[in-house]
């Protein structure tokens, strides 16, 4: 079965600190792996993409993310958090084609202590 | 930057009763989408539509939903006889079709069914 599995519902993080979000999935094609971001009362932003070439992707807001096809997972990464980045955070896989359906992980929420 | 916008953000309504949700997808896009998210459980797909006709659905888009493009700008969720199960979060997002499936999604509407 298709799925996303996002391990970590809750993480607090010292602002500064680096972060590490962790997302395994399983799927029978090639994945086209999402991470996006919502904050409180917005809808969900697109942090990066990745569908081929370079494992590592740059996204917007300093994240960038590691595709691992040997572990199945797409975890997300920045280096120093800032408070602003509080928000919860969905992983989701699809294939690579227009009109077909995300699915997502249950998501992370991200809490930023000063 | 253009964007998906949803009405109302929150819609309280009666078991039963007919509620129409409303997106404005991104203009230039032509696949459309909805997904939902009951409090505390993950995003899930309900159906994409493009050219005026369904493209997929899921197994929770029964009878009791249906979706249009009434004009040239909208794109509604319309669910026939409400029930409790059916509080939610409903998102809309809308894809340019270029061969990708990358989905911009819409701030969500909330609704309460009582």
């Known amino acids: 079965a298709q799925s996303v599995t996002q391990p970590d519902i809750h993480i607090t993080v010292s602002e500064g600190a680096s972060l590490e979000l962790r997302c395994n999935y399983s799927?029978?094609?090639?994945?086209?792996l999402f991470w996006y971001v919502q904050s409180p009362g917005q809808g969900l932003q697109l942090l990066l993409k990745?569908?081929?070439?370079?494992?590592l992707v740059q996204g917007i807001k300093g994240f960038e993310a590691e595709f691992k096809r040997s572990q199945s997972s797409f975890n997300l990464r920045k280096p120093s958090v800032h408070w602003s980045d509080a928000a919860e955070y969905f992983c989701?896989?699809?294939?690579?084609?227009?009109?077909?359906?995300?699915?997502f992980g249950k998501g992370t929420t991200l809490s930023v202590s000063s | 930057e253009p964007e998906v916008t949803q009405t109302p953000s929150h819609q309280v309504t009666q078991m039963g009763q007919e509620v129409i949700l409303r997106c404005v997808p991104i203009?230039?896009?032509?696949?459309f989408y909805w997904y939902r998210q009951i409090l505390g459980q993950k995003v899930e797909f309900l159906v994409s539509f493009y050219n005026n006709e369904i493209s997929e659905k899921s197994e929770i888009f029964d009878d009791q939903f249906s979706v249009e493009r009434p004009d040239g700008s909208n794109f509604t969720l319309k669910i026939r006889s409400t029930k409790l199960e059916d509080s939610a979060m409903y998102f809309c997002?809308?894809?340019?079709?270029?061969?990708?499936?990358?989905?911009?999604f819409g701030p969500g509407t909330r609704l309460t069914v009582l």
């Open positions: 203009s230039n896009h032509l696949y």
């Open positions: 997002a809308s894809s340019d079709g270029l061969g990708l499936n990358e989905q911009f």
């Open positions: 799927y029978g094609a090639t994945p086209y």
């Open positions: 989701a896989v699809g294939p690579n084609q227009a009109g077909t359906a995300l699915i």
């Open positions: 990745y569908f081929s070439g370079d494992t």
